[in-house]
T-cell receptor
Framework: DSGVTQTPKHLITATGQRVTLRCSPR?????VYWYQQSLDQGLQFLIQ???????AKGNILERFSAQQFPDLHSELNLSSLELGDSALYFC??????????????FGEGSRLTVL | QKEVEQDPGPLSVPEGAIVSLNCTYS??????FMWYRQYSRKGPELLMY????GNKEDGRFTAQVDKSSKYISLFIRDSQPSDSATYLC?????????FGTGTRLKVLA
């Protein structure tokens, strides 16, 4: 158990809908990262937060947004969903700041299926 | 060009074999290198974490980094069927970790 908790584990929804994925980092970790993993693309970095502030953005679509709350949990919001958004979404946390020198620990992921 | 390249495999080996998994990276600023193991439909699990060039050993696993050639390797000795998984290499640089696409490994009993 990595200590990173993600909910829900599975989610099935329809095109055009909006969903929210939630992540609780390991106790004491200030950095949260979101990744998308689809069959052909591997782990794609979406966005990073450090202590409530956005620190880095990757290939995150404009339809997606995220935030990190004062209690350090994070939410990833996906809107106007398309079939191609079906993927595993992982949250990871690290104890160190934006230098990204720390070990990165992953949750079990949220599997999103868009029908 | 992807910042981290990894042969997707699949790679099948007999039980007990030595497995060599490799990645290349392009960004000279990367200084931290990791190997993750991912079982099907599970989250990636950190196996090895190394800084700069050199070797690091942990049990049956050895991670090797050659910064001069931008080459990362993971060796698994005495491979077991339980090692069957996808192995992801990763490099970290300013504000981001970049992952390879993963190599699927199957160890045959």
């Amino acid at each position: 158990d990595s200590g990173v908790t993600q909910t829900p584990k599975h989610l099935i929804t329809a095109t055009g809908q909006r969903v929210t994925l939630r992540c609780s980092p390991r106790s004491g970790d200030l950095s949260v990262y979101w990744y998308q993993q689809s069959l052909d693309q591997g782990l794609q970095f979406l966005i990073q937060y450090y202590n409530g502030e956005e620190r880095a953005k990757g290939n995150i679509l404009e339809r997606f947004s995220a935030q990190q709350f004062p209690d350090l949990h994070s939410e990833l919001n996906l809107s106007s969903l398309e079939l191609g958004d079906s993927a595993l979404y992982f949250c990871a946390s690290s104890g160190l700041a934006g230098a990204n020198t720390g070990e990165l620990f992953f949750g079990e992921g949220s599997r999103l299926t868009v029908l | 060009q992807k910042e981290v390249e990894q042969d997707p495999g699949p790679l099948s080996v007999p039980e007990g074999a030595i497995v060599s998994l490799n990645c290349t990276y392009s960004n000279s600023a990367f200084q931290y290198f990791m190997w993750y193991r991912q079982y099907s439909r599970k989250g990636p699990e950190l196996l090895m974490y190394t800084y700069s060039s050199g070797n690091k050993e942990d049990g049956r696993f050895t991670a090797q980094v050659d910064k001069s050639s931008k080459y990362i390797s993971l060796f698994i000795r005495d491979s077991q069927p339980s090692d069957s998984a996808t192995y992801l290499c990763a490099s970290s640089g300013t504000y981001k970790y970049i992952f390879g696409t993963g190599t699927r490994l199957k160890v045959l009993a």
